[in-house]
């Protein structure tokens, strides 16, 4: 950082010690953020818990609050919490306490809340003196062994106490329950999933190690989230996600329509997508009816009680559900992504992003750690008791000496160890043993016991010296969890369901989307743009810009697509709703759509996807293409034309009957069948006419059994029939005839 600044002296410099402020500003950060993802945002992948999780759960059960036994106020709760494991502010570990029990929020509560603890409105708990709580079965599970040296316990912050560096997690919490966390440079999302359908994909995995997502996705076909709902994602795109443990999931609510008799019907919604805020939700489809933005909506009610029903009046009962829905699902959290980013604390220390079937085998791991360690527990408390038992016995064998060594002895205690070689363990027992246990039958029930933990040592040691018969025991304790949480169950049930999104028409729903109204579309010569409401039919009364005046005119509606052509022969696309509205002269269409400056307006019009259009360049080539083609759903717009100034795009005429008329600027007439010209999507087009010297003046598509129609300046209408059209039919790319009298001195077929 360039020359060392040290502070002013103040007389007493003994520790003050330059440092350089990058590096400390490193350190301390690093120090932060590391404190972040380890013992805050990311959840541990065995026990699926952040610390204040597993501090709360572990709390609740030093305090004895079992499922069986009474409920303790929520503020006891957080004293002890805060008081002895987690340093931390009340109010957010209340929080993290309340969202454990809230049914809405985890999809198996750990905390069984009694009291207000908010709801899936958004609305907040009551305050901790007025709430109660104790564990769930699942923490209970969560806790299975903790007294068995199942885990590592370390220090808590002030060192009075100790508390476990993770759980024994006989549940599989982290996929259950899923998580969610923002640390410093990494997050993680992970969704809740059904516990029976994870205990088939662990059990799967024991028998199979190598087992592929794929395989797994047949167990485990996606989340389950606790508000229910439907996902809507292809299986391939679910399988990529959980293949890299990256991705998201669509979920929409779930509706139904109820039948009001006569043709009418209503929209009952049941289920909405997981973390969506029902009154937020309806106040924002109030706001889009209000701004109008939903059209086939007349209104909204929410008729919920303990169950969720939100009631949608459709405008009319002709209005299709479907395309009301995917209306609603575009522009509404009726549909909403719930990301996945599988972002965990790997054994505990390594943050890193992870597979579905990594998630399911590091549990699976930890529990075969933590059966071991609960069998070598075992193991050590059996080995102390049969130490103790085996002197008994030989106590028993030589009761009257025993009695008499008592009786005599200064120091019975090397005395006894002297005579029966007995260890300090062993004499400790026998002076403790009381007089009533000197009964006969002692004897015999001291020999059952003795033989029965002789025969468990014997199976914990086969246990432990076997791979084999460790999984299978994991594999046991799976199977009495899955029980517990079948989907024959109330709380196993699967919630979320799966289904394809329906195939509803793509142009009807952007439709449905759009309030319908009249309005006139108002171009002018300088390229301003505007939409009047309503169908104005005298347009004389229009101001502009001065130096400005209409191009054209026309009506439409504000769902309709208006199709804009330039001369560089370009399609532009724009939505009825989109243009600016009547006030002053509008906005410039360069503004609106990138048009180059050489570029003017040749024309515009009403989109009309089952038209043909006839484009013509000033040299006199031109093609058929389908309307369809003309539509841009970008600003940068379509070439449809290709063509070089000083060449230009003059002409674009709807195609209709089986015939073309050509006028050039040499006033000479060519009609040819209209077969002869090609219909292409893009190109620089075939030549129409020949010229030796100008270009074209004007072109009309007509059917020649009807005639050739066009009018004079003055608006007198002729007709020529084919017979009298036969002198100038002739092929595509032909000079033409001069034209017949009475053809207007302008060379346009109108006038």
Not at 386 to 406: C, K, M, Q
Not at 422 to 435: G, K, P, S
Not at 699 to 722: H, M, P, Q, Y
Request: proline content about 5%.
């Amino acid at each position: 950082m360039g020359q060392e600044i040290l502070p002013p002296s103040g007389g007493d410099d003994d520790n003050i010690q330059p440092v350089d402020l990058k590096a400390a500003l490193e350190q301390r950060y690093l120090a932060y953020a590391l404190s972040t993802i380890m013992h805050r945002a990311l959840p541990d992948v065995r026990d699926g818990l952040k610390p204040v999780h597993r501090r709360i759960v572990y709390a609740m059960n030093e305090m004895g609050l079992r499922p069986t036994s009474a409920f303790r106020k929520c503020a006891k709760i957080v004293g002890e919490v805060m008081g002895n494991y987690h340093p931390h502010g009340d109010q957010s570990i209340y929080d993290a306490l309340a969202r454990l029990a809230q049914d809405f929020s985890q999809r198996y509560t750990l905390v069984n809340g009694q009291g207000n603890f908010g709801n899936i409105d958004g609305d907040s708990p009551a305050a901790m003196r007025y709430t109660e709580s104790k564990m769930t079965a699942v923490s209970e599970l969560l806790l299975e062994g903790i007294d068995q040296d199942a885990v590592d316990f370390r220090d808590t912050y002030d060192e009075s106490n100790s508390e476990p560096v993770v759980l024994p997690g006989a549940f599989p919490n982290l996929l259950a329950n899923g998580s969610s966390g923002i640390a410093v440079g990494m997050a993680t999302s992970i969704p809740s999933h059904n516990a029976h359908e994870l205990c088939d994909a662990a059990l799967h995995l024991i028998k199979h190690p190598d087992a592929t997502v794929e395989k797994l996705v047949e167990f485990i076909p996606g989340p389950d989230f606790p508000t229910g709902g439907i996902i809507i994602d292809s299986r391939d795109s679910i399988i990529e996600s959980y293949r890299t443990g990256r991705g998201g999931f669509r979920v929409r609510a779930k509706w139904q329509t109820e039948d009001l008799g006569r043709g009418g019907y209503q929209i009952v919604i049941t289920e909405i997508p997981f973390q969506v805020q029902k009154s937020r939700l309806i106040e924002k489809i109030a706001e889009l009816l209000i701004a109008r933005k939903l059209p086939l909506l007349e209104d909204i009610r929410d008729e919920s009680a303990e169950d969720i029903r939100v009631v949608l009046v459709p405008k009319t009962r002709s209005v299709d559900p479907t395309i009301l829905m995917e209306s609603m699902f575009k522009l509404t959290e009726l549909e909403s992504r719930f990301p996945l980013n599988m972002n965990v604390l790997s054994m505990g220390r390594i943050p890193r992003v992870m597979a579905l079937n990594e998630v399911l085998k590091e549990w699976l791991d930890h529990r075969r750690e933590v059966l071991q360690r609960r069998s070598r527990f075992r193991l050590a408390a059996i080995d102390r008791r049969l130490e103790i038992l085996g002197g008994l016995l030989i106590a028993y064998l030589n009761i009257d000496e025993v009695i008499r060594i008592i009786r005599e002895e200064d120091e019975p205690k090397p005395v006894m160890v002297a005579r029966w070689d007995l260890t300090d363990n062993q004499v400790e027992a026998i002076l403790n043993m009381r007089l009533r246990s000197l009964r006969k039958l002692e004897e015999f029930e001291i020999r059952k016991e003795f033989d029965e933990l002789t025969r468990e040592k014997g199976e914990i040691e086969a246990l432990l010296g076997s791979d084999d018969k460790q999984w299978q025991t994991v594999a046991w304790e799976i199977g009495e969890v899955k029980k517990k949480f079948a989907k024959a169950t109330e709380v196993g049930r699967r919630r979320t369901q799966f289904a394809d999104a329906p195939e509803a028409d793509e142009e009807a729903i952007q439709q449905a989307m759009i309030e319908k109204e009249p309005i006139t579309v108002v171009i002018s010569e300088k390229g301003w743009i505007r939409a009047l409401k309503g169908h104005i039919a005298d347009t004389a009364t229009l101001t502009f810009k001065e130096g400005d005046g209409l191009k054209l005119a026309f009506p439409a509606q504000t769902t309709d697509k208006i199709l804009i052509v330039t001369t560089g022969g370009k399609a532009f696309t724009l939505g009825g709703d989109k243009l600016p509205g009547g006030r002053g002269h509008g906005e410039p269409l360069r503004i609106m759509v990138d048009m180059d400056n050489d570029q003017a307006v040749l024309t515009a019009f009403v989109h009309d996807p089952a038209r043909k259009q006839l484009i013509v360049s000033t040299a006199g080539n031109g093609f058929v293409v389908a309307e369809a083609e003309l539509v841009a759903n970008t600003r940068k717009g379509k070439q449809i034309m290709n063509v070089a100034l000083p060449e230009e795009t003059q002409l674009l005429v709807p195609v209709v009957g089986d015939h073309v008329a050509v006028v050039g600027e040499n006033r000479k007439l060519l009609v040819f069948p209209l077969a002869q010209v090609p219909e292409m999507s893009r190109g620089k087009g075939v030549r129409l006419q020949r010229y030796k010297d100008g270009g074209i003046s004007d072109v009309r598509c007509f059917a020649i059994a009807d005639g050739l129609v066009w009018e004079d300046s003055a608006g007198r209408t002729f007709t020529k029939n084919k017979d009298e059209l036969a002198e100038w039919l002739s092929d595509r790319a032909t000079a033409g005839r001069t034209v017949p009298k009475g053809f207007p001195r302008s060379g346009k077929f109108a006038g």
